[in-house]
């Protein structure tokens, strides 16, 4: 198993009086591609920075590598971020914006020439050296800016939404650009997104964050599986959120009917949250479904229809093949594995 590289222990930040950070605890492994995932103002930029040096801890520990950086500079941790704008020097040509960093250490001018090389056809920009800035399009750039941060071997990269900027299949290009230049390289990369897609298609970890604390570090698979609570649910994904009753182990009611479940250690008639993803119901005939729902909207999806289908005082989000038509009535199903149960939150009554 990978050696963890960085350690954050019991950071807390504020601004202004405000909480940005409390008490947050996490481990980063080594060689491994993290994504800290959550909406604005959740404290995930704020914790790259945290990592960067940019930010001083008003509590707490930056542990990198075993050794405690709290007071270490920016400059002298052994990270590089790479940030939604770029901040190439336009005045320069490809060659010259990535050899900076090294030109300002005194390296020798044919271990430059190598590294630069090097880098270059790590980022598939071979061949174009010579360019300038401002030829180069959204995604050229955001590559330069890539490899001038690698070429000087940092232990991590942090990056700060660089896809932004981007148009959507440029980006989508990008996700698996980057996740093939992390792999080839090995180097710790921490990525900062409020994009769930991005998460799930890049990351071996996802930490996600909400209002400054960590509500779920995992595989993006058993977050978007096993979401531990309904905000996870919720931002992971699409979802159907509804108030439950778990009656026993492994049988909880909601939307009016009873259905067979997984999970146990509730206890009896207790209120919980019920998540049901619109890809894990079954469509079928009214007379043959546990639910059965009336088809307000019909949305065709490309792979699939999205169907809004409203039911006893609840707005179901489906996603099925088949298309139903508005005004019909359709019955539906869900198999116990397909249903999740979770402590009930404030503010998630439907």
Known sequence: MPNEIIQLRGIHIEFDGDVIIDNLNLDIKDKEFVTLLGPSGCGKTTTLRTIAGFVTPDEGDVIFDGERINDLPPYKRQVNTVFQKYALFTHLN??????????????????????????????DLKGYRSRSINSLSGGQQQRVAIARALVNSPRVLLLDEPLGALDLKLRKDMQIELKRIQKQTGITFVYVTHDQEEALTMSDTVVVMKNGVIQQIGRPKDIYDEPANAFVADFIGESNILDGIVLRDRLVSFDGATFECVDSGFGENVPVDVVVRPEDIAVCEPEKGAIRATVKLVTFKGVHYEMIAESCGFSWKIHSIQQHPEGSEIGMNIIPEYIHIMKKEAGTAN
């Open 94 to 123: 490809v060659y010259d914006n990535i050899a900076f960093g090294l030109r300002l250490r005194k390296t020798p001018k044919d271990v430059i020439e190598k590294k630069v090389e090097e880098i270059l056809e790590v980022v």
